[in-house]
């Protein structure tokens, strides 16, 4: 039920950096755990980070330390940097709330998500 609007997504060089940020139409702080999605072209979604209230991340294993997730609750809002980006990296990113102890997402009901493109 929680409603987002990601943005942040561009068309980079591999190597290049990229911050992503999701903005909630209500308020997070009484989000337990919340993070991010990606999804290739032609592939199914995949889980990518997450964030608890105790501020524990999780990282998927492709992340290999390039990525860092954060949250304000008292903006409300979701972030994701990523550095030294590769081509595999090319996907939309949505951003959702998460299950208490799983990678799974509470609801199927994605966004627009951002685009993040990475090309020479």
């Known amino acids: 039920q929680l409603q987002v609007v990601e943005s942040g997504g561009d068309v980079v060089q591999p190597g290049g950096s990229l911050t992503l940020s999701c903005a909630a139409s209500?308020?997070?702080?009484?989000?337990?755990?919340i993070g991010w999605y990606r999804q290739a072209p032609g592939m199914q979604r995949e889980f990518v980070a997450s964030i608890t209230m105790y501020m524990f991340t999780d990282y998927a294993d492709f992340v290999e330390g390039r990525f860092t997730i954060s949250r304000d609750n008292t903006k409300n809002t979701l972030s994701l940097q990523i550095d030294n980006l590769k081509p595999e990296d090319t996907a939309v990113y949505y951003c959702?709330?998460?299950?208490?102890?799983?990678?799974?997402?509470?609801?199927?009901?994605w966004g627009q998500g951002t685009q993040v493109i990475v090309s020479s």
């Open positions: 959702a709330e998460l299950e208490d102890f799983t990678q799974a997402p509470r609801s199927t009901n």
């Open positions: 209500e308020s997070i702080f009484r989000v337990y755990k």
